[in-house]
Structures are given as structure tokens and as C-alpha cells.
């Protein structure tokens, strides 16, 4: 169960172990930070919400108090050879008692302040807020090593040691001993002038909650600014809303793929002659484009006819036919060879039967029937005829040769060659027909790359062109043989141009609100969006980096969320703000007489969601305490508040102040010496002051009280400053606050020291300095032994009358006035003479010694008498 505020620490430190990176930084920062946090600290700690990965620290058990129930009593024995810190002496020793309050006394610039740092630092006190408490290097000389000192400490019943170093964890026990700063304190001014009481780990998880909404603020203004960037043609795109575009930028987001974009910009050669087809058809008159777009169609459907043309004439039947003709006709030509072979054995001129003869033999058969003979037939070999060829006339011979030649060739092997290669020259005479010439297909090629914007189908079909005519070339030169492959002519698009000129044409002369009319409209919307999407790519890529980026912050804001920290912290305000606690916090309040005010915790409005309690006047509870109370009354307050903790956590471990009485008037001033002389009967109490008047009230609070069981052992100790070298450290009252008995055994012993300094040189000027400083001493040691004598009544620095001790008053007489006359002034006159300035006359130290003699035999005297009084 969580009792005391270093339990809710350490309870803290466990939380904090399941939150986010940037809160467990943010924690570490807070507490080594007197719980601010510069705007430096925000952005580094918004990067580290952002990205756990970067370079944090944690808060970690050296971070937090050591403080623990069941741990030993600490009390502190003494802080000795500090080295390097400030200006302070070296090789001093600052010693408190175990139990009992330790007072020590330091002027202003004596050193005080930096021992004081040591021990906030050493026993992790809270810092101030606001205020530098760093423990500097002497500014005057060069540091010789770090800055270090050696603590001694009782822990139980046990003597330890421990040393300290600046920036390294000191011994965990040490934080068992609390320091008490009022600017410190769990009481403090709320910016509303509200009096509020917030334990330290309520304190600490409220501004954590402070430090959330910092950071949300800080990377709300980064999503801010990153919004702000998006350009115009994202944030009120030109889109349409229905098309693929512009449903991508109306659902762009951070997992929106860069692809996607990249394939919807970038428009093909194709979608471009597309989109300019559609611009045309719907810029003009529908009727008159339908008109243009079917004359296009037609000079497209006649090419196309010629190319189906070629393409079979150079087609695998028809390279068949071709072979089979030109082979029909080699076999038919064999056989009539051989006819002619025998025909031309016969015969006295060789060649007889052969292609040129008979093409001799045809014209001859021309000229008989049309020119010579036109009536009669062919050969003419009547004895009375003549020679078709030579003119001359027929003998018997020549006539029986006409007739075997036209026997030759009216035979049957003659007309299948003949019928035969008519065939062939059919089939390639078809053929050839088919060729497509290339200045005739250059204006078709020009018409489809300029006219109607199909480039590349203009392309595909010069190469088809190319192909079959390659292949018609090679099917006639090798009569049907060919390695060229036959290309397929309707892959290359042709009949989709036709078909998409006539649905262009049927489009635009249909209704307005016809299907077809819609869809070439839905289809130019498609193809200008990713037009305009060109031209904005690189932004709307961009975009999705920096939705990308919002994404991740709004990730990392999820993490700025206060719930768990304010649940925390109403956790801690129940275990913490207990009933035993605002019950000892009123008795802490009338302890410290704060003129009759009433005053109680109570519950406040929450902030930030933390849960909050003020400091509340009982009788006007509308009324904002801070604004009521006086600077010295706030500061009692505090401090009611600070041994109100103490009270109720039940340890027993020593406890600092540093100051506690600044502000106060001596009414409060009693008040506060009077508690802590109370708190000192049961643990060590350490108050380091430079108030004189405090000092004696909190020895005489500690001293004079009526029951001599209720006493409070008191050390006083003095810390002050040599040859301008602060920090020396004296383990004793200082002068101002040593009764007379003190003083003259100092005297005395300072006598004893020099007298060596009066056999040396009895008129020298070491002997005058020191005689004149112990006759001055000795006649303030005279008012002191005065002020001890009416102590009883009326004590230094107090306002109290005591009427109680009226009567040890009477036991000074007046002799004891007159001897006290006599050798004050007789210190006043060797003092006058010592300080001569023509002939200074130094006392003998037999001198001095007789007058402390009779001071001593004074006081004594006195005080011996005063005793006996009741």
C-alpha cells in the first residue's frame, strides 16, 4: 500500500514501464528539470512520439527517490573535503549530531549556500523551479579534478561512508533524509492565485498531462502544416467525381499506390489519338463528323479489301496452286520434249520440236490462215503451194515434212504443255494482279498516320505490306516456294479502326441520351482526367507522402492521450491526500499560530483531468487562500505541509532546511523554531540560517523550556569566511552566539597560544595586535556575561518577558554592578591606550589574565547564586 511519496515514486517508475517512449523520457526530463520542460524539450520529445527508434532516456530508479518503508534511520555525521565546488575552502569538516537539531550559522557569502547544494544534491532534493541551483567550479581558478565531497552517515546503528560526485548517483540511503524549500514545497500558488496542495508525484503526473497536450499541440501543427501544402489542384481537384481519376484523388490516402498513379497519367500513344478523336467528334456537327467518320470507313474497308486480296493471293492455297502448276507443267513440258526429241532424229537441222521452233511454227500457222492461205488449213502441202516460210514451192519432201510437223504438234503431249503452261501463267497472272504497289499504299499510309491520327496502325500495316509483297515476290520467282512466313493481316488492327469508325459514326448520329452516346462521353471524361492527372502527377505523388506523413502523426497522437496518466494520479490522490494526513496538516497549522486563520485541505476542480486539493480558508472558502495570506503565512503553510508528510510517513530520517524563516515575522519566526525543536527530539533536525535572531530563538527553543525532559540537544556551527576564501567550518557557535563562559575559555586559550608572541619582542607590533583584539574580546565577553545574567527574564533577540525567572534577579548585587563597572572599564581604558595613536602601550599578558580572572570569578559567582533561586 503506497503511504509516503517516494513509495508513489517508485510506483510511478513501475507505471511508466508500459508507457509510451516519449512519456517515460518526458518523465525523466521533468523530474531532473524541476518539472519544466523548455520548448526544446517538447520538439525533441513530438520526434520521439513520432519515432520511438530516435535517441531517448527513460526515468529510472536513480531518477526517484530512494526513500522506501522499513528502510534504516538515516542521520547524516558530516560532510567533509569538498573539493571544487564554488570557492569553498578545502580539507573542512562539517559535523550534526545524530538526533537533536544542528544549527549552522553563516553570514552572507560565507560558504553556506554551496554546502547546502552539496546536500540537495547529495539526498535528491527537489529542484527549484525557475531557479539555477547548478554547483559551479570556482570561477576564479582553474578546477584540479571533479567536483567531489565525502559524506559520513549513521544508517540504523551503523556508521557508513559514502562519497559524492557531480552527475553521478550518490548512495540511495542518502535520499532518505528530506530538505525542506519552500519553493519547493507540495503547497504553492496556482497561476489563479489559488493556495494548492500537490504532492510531489501528483505534481509530477500533472504536468506530464500539461506536457501531452504540448506535444499534441506541437504535431496538430506539424498535421497543420503539412495540410497547408497540399496544392490546390489536390485540395479542389478539376475531376470529375466518377471518373477512375477522380475517384483516386477523392480516396487518396497514405495507402494509395504510387503505380496506380503512374499508370493513370501516363496516356499511351494510342489513348492520346483517342482522345483527340473524341475532342474532334464532339466539337463539331455530329451529322457532318458521322459523314466524314463512314468516308474514312469506306477508303478503309476498299484497302482493307485490297490487302485481303494480296494476302491470299500470297496465302499457303494459293502458293500451293502456283507449285502445282509450275510442277504440272514441268512434267507436261518433259513429255513433249521427248516428243520432240524423236520428231527431231528425223529431221536435218536439230532444235525441231523445241520452244523456238515452235514459235516459228505458230507464226507460220498465223500467216497461211490469215495471209497466204485463208481459206484452206494449216499446213498448205498441195503440190501447187509454196512454203509458208521460204516462198519456194512444196517438193514431195517438204510437203510430207509440213505435214509431220503439224502432226508433231497437233499431238496431245504438245497441247498439255501448251494447256499447261496457260495454267501457270494464269495463276501467277493472279497473283500479280493482287500487288499492292507502294506508291499507292504511301497515301493510304499518309492518310491513316495524318488524317485520322493511327500512326501506329499506319506502321503495322507498311510492315504487313512489306511481308506479302516479300512473299509474292519470293512465290513467283521460286514458283510457289518461299521461306518468308505468311503474316496474319487481321492482327494488325485494321478491322477494329473500321468497326470503331462506324460505332463513332452510329454514336454521334444516335440519341443524346443513348447508351452508346454515353459511353464515348464516359470514355472522353476517363481520358481527359488522366490528361489533366499528367500534368499534376508529381503532386498528387507527393500528396501521398504527406498523407503518409498525417497518418503517422495521428498514429503518434494517440499516444498524447491523458487517460491513463489521470487515472494514475487519482490512484496516488487517494493514497496520498488521506484523512490522517489533513488532520495533521490542521494540527501542523495552529502549531505554527497563523493569527487565527482556519485552514483545511479540500478536494478541488480537476485540471486536466488530474485531481486537485487547496489549500482552503474554512470560513471563506470562496476566497482564493493565495490572495489572503501573507508571503510569511504562505510559507508556514508550507512548511505545515511539509511536516504533515513527515508525520504521517513514519520515517524517522533526518530532515534539511535551508532558510526556513525567511520573510517571517518573530512571531512565526518562535513559532517554527519552537516546532522544529520539537521535531528534533525525535530525529536530526539540520537548519542552515544566516539569521542571528532565529539562531537564538531556535537554541533557546531547544534549551529554555520549563520541563527539562522536553529539551532538544542543540549543536551550533559556524561557517564563514578567511582571506576571502569562503567555506571554513567551525564546529562551534559562532561569537555572536557563544555565552560568556564559551568566550573566555577561547580567550584564554588564544592567551596562552600568543604569549610567545610577548617573550619575543614585548613592544613589537604582532604583540599590540593581539593584546588589543583579546582586551576588545574580553570587554564583549563583559556585555555577554551581563546578557546571561538577565537571561532568566529577558533573552537576546526575544520579546518574551519569562516573569517566572524575575526572581534569579535578585541575586546580582550591586557590588556585583560596580565589579562589573570596574572591569569593563578597565578593559576600555587599556583598550584606549593599546589603540593610542603616538604611543600605544600594549597590556602584559599577566595583565589580561588577571582581568579574566575576574570576569571569570564574576560569572561564576553569579551564576552560582542564580542557581539556588527556584
Given at each position: 500500500?503506497?503511504?509516503?511519496?517516494?513509495?508513489?515514486?517508485?510506483?510511478?517508475?513501475?507505471?511508466?514501464?508500459?508507457?509510451?517512449?516519449?512519456?517515460?523520457?518526458?518523465?525523466r526530463?521533468?523530474?531532473?528539470?524541476?518539472?519544466?520542460?523548455?520548448?526544446d524539450?517538447i520538439?525533441?520529445?513530438?520526434?520521439?512520439?513520432?519515432d520511438?527508434?530516435?535517441s531517448?532516456?527513460s526515468l529510472?530508479?536513480?531518477?526517484?527517490?530512494?526513500q522506501?518503508?522499513?528502510?534504516?534511520t538515516i542521520?547524516?555525521?558530516?560532510?567533509?573535503?569538498?573539493?571544487?565546488?564554488?570557492a569553498?575552502?578545502?580539507?573542512?569538516?562539517?559535523?550534526?549530531?545524530?538526533?537533536?537539531?544542528?544549527?549552522?550559522?553563516?553570514?552572507?557569502?560565507a560558504?553556506?549556500?554551496?554546502?547546502?547544494?552539496?546536500?540537495?544534491?547529495?539526498c535528491?532534493?527537489?529542484?527549484?523551479?525557475?531557479?539555477?541551483?547548478?554547483?559551479?567550479?570556482?570561477?576564479?581558478e582553474?578546477?584540479?579534478?571533479?567536483?567531489?565531497?565525502?559524506?559520513?552517515?549513521?544508517?540504523?546503528?551503523?556508521?557508513?561512508?559514502?562519497?559524492?560526485?557531480i552527475?553521478?548517483a550518490?548512495?540511495?540511503?542518502?535520499?532518505?533524509?528530506?530538505?525542506?524549500?519552500?519553493?519547493?514545497?507540495?503547497?504553492?500558488?496556482?497561476e489563479?492565485n489559488?493556495?494548492?496542495?500537490?504532492p510531489?508525484?501528483?505534481?509530477?503526473?500533472?504536468?506530464?498531462?500539461?506536457?501531452?497536450k504540448a506535444?499534441?499541440?506541437?504535431?496538430d501543427?506539424?498535421?497543420?502544416?503539412?495540410?497547408?501544402?497540399?496544392?490546390?489542384?489536390?485540395s479542389?481537384?478539376?475531376?470529375?467525381?466518377?471518373?477512375?481519376?477522380?475517384?483516386?484523388?477523392?480516396?487518396?490516402g497514405?495507402?494509395?499506390?504510387?503505380?496506380?498513379?503512374?499508370?493513370?497519367?501516363n496516356?499511351?500513344?494510342?489513348?492520346?489519338?483517342?482522345?483527340?478523336?473524341?475532342?474532334?467528334?464532339?466539337?463539331?456537327?455530329?451529322?457532318?463528323?458521322?459523314?466524314?467518320?463512314?468516308a474514312?470507313?469506306?477508303?478503309?474497308?476498299?484497302?482493307q479489301?485490297k490487302?485481303?486480296?494480296?494476302?491470299?493471293?500470297?496465302?499457303?492455297?494459293?502458293?500451293?496452286?502456283?507449285?502445282a502448276?509450275?510442277?504440272?507443267?514441268?512434267?507436261k513440258?518433259?513429255?513433249?520434249?521427248?516428243?520432240?526429241?524423236?520428231?527431231?532424229?528425223?529431221?536435218?537441222?536439230d532444235?525441231v520440236?523445241?520452244?523456238?521452233?515452235?514459235?516459228?511454227?505458230?507464226?507460220?500457222?498465223?500467216?497461211s490462215?490469215?495471209e497466204a492461205?485463208?481459206?484452206?488449213?494449216?499446213?498448205?502441202?498441195?503440190p501447187?503451194?509454196?512454203c509458208?516460210?521460204?516462198?519456194q514451192?512444196?517438193?514431195?519432201?517438204?510437203?510430207?515434212?509440213?505435214?509431220?510437223f503439224?502432226?508433231?504438234v497437233?499431238?496431245?503431249?504438245?497441247k498439255?504443255?501448251?494447256?499447261?503452261?496457260?495454267?501457270l501463267?494464269?495463276?501467277?497472272?493472279?497473283?500479280?494482279?493482287?500487288?499492292?504497289?507502294?506508291?499507292?499504299?504511301?497515301?493510304?499510309?499518309?492518310?491513316?498516320?495524318?488524317?485520322?491520327g493511327?500512326?501506329e496502325?499506319a506502321?503495322?500495316?507498311?510492315l504487313?505490306?512489306?511481308?506479302?509483297?516479300?512473299r509474292?515476290?519470293?512465290?513467283?520467282?521460286?514458283?510457289g516456294?518461299?521461306?518468308?512466313?505468311?503474316p496474319?493481316f487481321?492482327?494488325?488492327?485494321?478491322?477494329?479502326?473500321?468497326?470503331?469508325?462506324?460505332?463513332?459514326a452510329?454514336?454521334?448520329?444516335?440519341?443524346?441520351?443513348?447508351?452508346?452516346?454515353?459511353?464515348?462521353?464516359?470514355?472522353?471524361?476517363?481520358?481527359h482526367?488522366?490528361?489533366?492527372?499528367?500534368?499534376?502527377?508529381?503532386?498528387?505523388?507527393?500528396?501521398?507522402?504527406?498523407r503518409?506523413?498525417?497518418?503517422?502523426?495521428?498514429?503518434?497522437?494517440k499516444?498524447?492521450r491523458?487517460n491513463?496518466?489521470?487515472?494514475?494520479?487519482?490512484?496516488?490522490s487517494?493514497?496520498?491526500?488521506?484523512?490522517?494526513?489533513?488532520?495533521?496538516?490542521?494540527?501542523?497549522?495552529?502549531?505554527?499560530h497563523?493569527?487565527?486563520?482556519?485552514?483545511?485541505?479540500?478536494?478541488?476542480?480537476?485540471?486536466?483531468g488530474?485531481?486537485?486539493?487547496r489549500v482552503?480558508?474554512?470560513?471563506?472558502?470562496?476566497?482564493n487562500a493565495?490572495d489572503?495570506l501573507?508571503?510569511?503565512e504562505?510559507?508556514?503553510?508550507?512548511?505545515?505541509?511539509f511536516?504533515?508528510?513527515?508525520?504521517?510517513?513514519d520515517?524517522?530520517?533526518?530532515?534539511i532546511?535551508?532558510?526556513?524563516?525567511?520573510s517571517?515575522?518573530?512571531?512565526?519566526?518562535?513559532?517554527?523554531?519552537?516546532?522544529?525543536?520539537?521535531?528534533?527530539?525525535?530525529?536530526?533536525?539540520?537548519?542552515?540560517?544566516?539569521?542571528l535572531?532565529?539562531?537564538?530563538?531556535?537554541r533557546?527553543?531547544c534549551?529554555?523550556?520549563e520541563?527539562?525532559?522536553?529539551k532538544?540537544?542543540?549543536?551550533?556551527?559556524h561557517?564563514?569566511?578567511?582571506?576571502?576564501?569562503?567555506?571554513?567550518?567551525?564546529?562551534?557557535?559562532p561569537?555572536?552566539?557563544?555565552?560568556?563562559?564559551?568566550?573566555?575559555?577561547?580567550?584564554?586559550?588564544?592567551?596562552?597560544?600568543?604569549?610567545?608572541?610577548?617573550?619575543n619582542?614585548?613592544?613589537?607590533?604582532?604583540?599590540?595586535?593581539?593584546?588589543?583584539?583579546?582586551?576588545?574580546?574580553?570587554r564583549?565577553?563583559?556585555?555577554?556575561?551581563?546578557?546571561?545574567?538577565?537571561?532568566?527574564?529577558?533573552?537576546?533577540?526575544?520579546?518574551?518577558?519569562?516573569?517566572?525567572?524575575?526572581a534569579?534577579?535578585?541575586?546580582i548585587?550591586?557590588?556585583?554592578?560596580?565589579?562589573?563597572?570596574?572591569?569593563?572599564g578597565?578593559c576600555?581604558?587599556?583598550l584606549?591606550?593599546?589603540?593610542d595613536?603616538?604611543?600605544?602601550?600594549?597590556?602584559?599578558?599577566?595583565i589580561?589574565?588577571?582581568?579574566?580572572?575576574?570576569?571569570?570569578?564574576?560569572?561564576?559567582?553569579?551564576?552560582?547564586r542564580?542557581?539556588?533561586?527556584?
Amino acid at each position: 500500500m503506497i503511504q509516503t511519496e517516494a513509495e508513489a515514486m517508485r510506483e510511478i517508475l513501475e507505471w511508466s514501464s508500459d508507457r509510451p517512449v516519449w512519456q517515460r523520457d518526458a518523465l525523466r526530463r521533468l523530474v531532473s528539470q524541476d518539472g519544466t520542460l523548455a520548448d526544446d524539450d517538447i520538439e525533441e520529445l513530438a520526434a520521439i512520439c513520432k519515432d520511438p527508434s530516435l535517441s531517448h532516456q527513460s526515468l529510472t530508479a536513480a531518477d526517484v527517490t530512494a526513500q522506501k518503508a522499513g528502510a534504516p534511520t538515516i542521520a547524516l555525521k558530516s560532510l567533509r573535503n569538498v573539493q571544487n565546488v564554488n570557492a569553498l575552502a578545502e580539507n573542512q569538516s562539517l559535523t550534526f549530531i545524530p538526533k537533536g537539531v544542528t544549527i549552522l550559522y553563516g553570514d552572507n557569502g560565507a560558504g553556506k549556500s554551496g554546502y547546502v547544494r552539496i546536500l540537495k544534491n547529495a539526498c535528491r532534493a527537489r529542484k527549484v523551479k525557475g531557479k539555477d541551483d547548478s554547483i559551479l567550479y570556482n570561477i576564479y581558478e582553474t578546477p584540479n579534478g571533479p567536483q567531489r565531497a565525502e559524506l559520513e552517515f549513521h544508517s540504523g546503528g551503523q556508521s557508513q561512508k559514502a562519497e559524492w560526485t557531480i552527475g553521478a548517483a550518490s548512495d540511495p540511503l542518502l535520499s532518505e533524509v528530506s530538505v525542506f524549500d519552500s519553493r519547493t514545497a507540495n503547497v504553492h500558488v496556482e497561476e489563479t492565485n489559488d493556495l494548492a496542495y500537490t504532492p510531489y508525484p501528483m505534481n509530477l503526473l500533472e504536468r506530464l498531462v500539461v506536457a501531452c497536450k504540448a506535444v499534441k499541440d506541437t504535431l496538430d501543427g506539424e498535421v497543420s502544416t503539412i495540410k497547408s501544402q497540399t496544392p490546390q489542384s489536390i485540395s479542389s481537384p478539376k475531376f470529375s467525381p466518377v471518373s477512375q481519376v477522380g475517384q483516386l484523388i477523392n480516396g487518396l490516402g497514405e495507402d494509395t499506390k504510387k503505380e496506380a498513379v503512374e499508370t493513370l497519367a501516363n496516356l499511351s500513344e494510342k489513348d492520346k489519338q483517342r482522345l483527340a478523336e473524341l475532342n474532334s467528334d464532339f466539337s463539331q456537327d455530329p451529322k457532318a463528323t458521322a459523314r466524314r467518320l463512314r468516308a474514312q470507313k469506306a477508303r478503309l474497308q476498299t484497302f482493307q479489301d485490297k490487302l485481303r486480296a494480296l494476302s491470299e493471293a500470297v496465302s499457303e492455297a494459293s502458293a500451293e496452286r502456283l507449285k502445282a502448276s509450275a510442277s504440272d507443267l514441268d512434267s507436261k513440258s518433259e513429255a513433249a520434249s521427248l516428243a520432240s526429241q524423236n520428231l527431231s532424229r528425223e529431221e536435218p537441222l536439230d532444235g525441231v520440236g523445241s520452244k523456238s521452233w515452235r514459235i516459228l511454227w505458230e507464226a507460220a500457222r498465223a500467216y497461211s490462215i490469215e495471209e497466204a492461205f485463208p481459206e484452206q488449213n494449216f499446213p498448205v502441202s498441195s503440190p501447187d503451194a509454196n512454203c509458208v516460210l521460204c516462198q519456194q514451192e512444196l517438193g514431195q519432201d517438204a510437203a510430207a515434212r509440213l505435214d509431220r510437223f503439224e502432226a508433231f504438234v497437233q499431238d496431245r503431249t504438245q497441247k498439255d504443255e501448251d494447256t499447261a503452261r496457260q495454267a501457270l501463267h494464269d495463276v501467277r497472272s493472279k497473283i500479280v494482279r493482287s500487288k499492292i504497289l507502294m506508291a499507292d499504299f504511301s497515301n493510304e499510309r499518309r492518310f491513316l498516320a495524318d488524317e485520322m491520327g493511327k500512326s501506329e496502325l499506319a506502321s503495322a500495316l507498311r510492315l504487313l505490306v512489306l511481308k506479302l509483297s516479300w512473299r509474292m515476290r519470293a512465290l513467283l520467282r521460286n514458283n510457289g516456294e518461299t521461306d518468308h512466313e505468311l503474316p496474319e493481316f487481321t492482327q494488325v488492327g485494321l478491322q477494329g479502326a473500321i468497326d470503331a469508325l462506324e460505332k463513332r459514326a452510329l454514336a454521334l448520329l444516335s440519341d443524346e441520351e443513348s447508351e452508346e452516346r454515353k459511353a464515348l462521353r464516359s470514355e472522353l471524361l476517363e481520358l481527359h482526367d488522366r490528361q489533366l492527372l499528367g500534368g499534376v502527377k508529381d503532386d498528387v505523388v507527393a500528396e501521398i507522402g504527406r498523407r503518409k506523413a498525417v497518418s503517422n502523426i495521428e498514429d503518434a497522437l494517440k499516444d498524447t492521450r491523458p487517460n491513463a496518466i489521470t487515472q494514475k494520479n487519482t490512484a496516488l490522490s487517494e493514497a496520498l491526500i488521506t484523512d490522517r494526513l489533513r488532520g495533521r496538516f490542521s494540527k501542523e497549522i495552529d502549531n505554527l499560530h497563523l493569527a487565527g486563520l482556519e485552514i483545511e485541505l479540500e478536494q478541488a476542480r480537476s485540471q486536466h483531468g488530474v485531481s486537485r486539493f487547496r489549500v482552503s480558508l474554512i470560513e471563506s472558502k470562496s476566497d482564493n487562500a493565495g490572495d489572503i495570506l501573507s508571503e510569511g503565512e504562505y510559507r508556514c503553510v508550507a512548511l505545515a505541509g511539509f511536516m504533515a508528510e513527515l508525520a504521517t510517513n513514519d520515517s524517522g530520517s533526518g530532515i534539511i532546511f535551508d532558510d526556513p524563516v525567511s520573510s517571517l515575522d518573530h512571531l512565526h519566526r518562535e513559532a517554527i523554531a519552537t516546532r522544529l525543536a520539537e521535531e528534533g527530539r525525535n530525529r536530526q533536525v539540520i537548519v542552515f540560517t544566516h539569521d542571528l535572531p532565529f539562531l537564538y530563538m531556535l537554541r533557546n527553543a531547544c534549551r529554555q523550556v520549563e520541563d527539562p525532559s522536553l529539551k532538544t540537544e542543540v549543536a551550533l556551527r559556524h561557517i564563514q569566511k578567511r582571506n576571502k576564501t569562503p567555506g571554513h567550518c567551525r564546529n562551534e557557535a559562532p561569537d555572536k552566539a557563544q555565552d560568556a563562559s564559551s568566550r573566555l575559555t577561547k580567550i584564554r586559550n588564544h592567551l596562552s597560544k600568543c604569549q610567545i608572541q610577548y617573550e619575543n619582542d614585548p613592544d613589537g607590533i604582532d604583540w599590540l595586535i593581539t593584546a588589543r583584539g583579546l582586551i576588545d574580546s574580553l570587554r564583549q565577553t563583559w556585555e555577554t556575561a551581563v546578557e546571561d545574567a538577565v537571561s532568566p527574564v529577558l533573552r537576546t533577540f526575544s520579546s518574551k518577558v519569562n516573569t517566572k525567572g524575575f526572581a534569579k534577579l535578585s541575586a546580582i548585587t550591586e557590588l556585583d554592578a560596580l565589579a562589573m563597572r570596574q572591569h569593563y572599564g578597565q578593559c576600555s581604558e587599556l583598550l584606549h591606550k593599546a589603540s593610542d595613536s603616538i604611543n600605544p602601550a600594549a597590556p602584559t599578558p599577566e595583565i589580561i589574565e588577571q582581568e579574566l580572572a575576574a570576569l571569570e570569578t564574576w560569572l561564576s559567582t553569579v551564576t552560582e547564586r542564580q542557581k539556588k533561586i527556584k
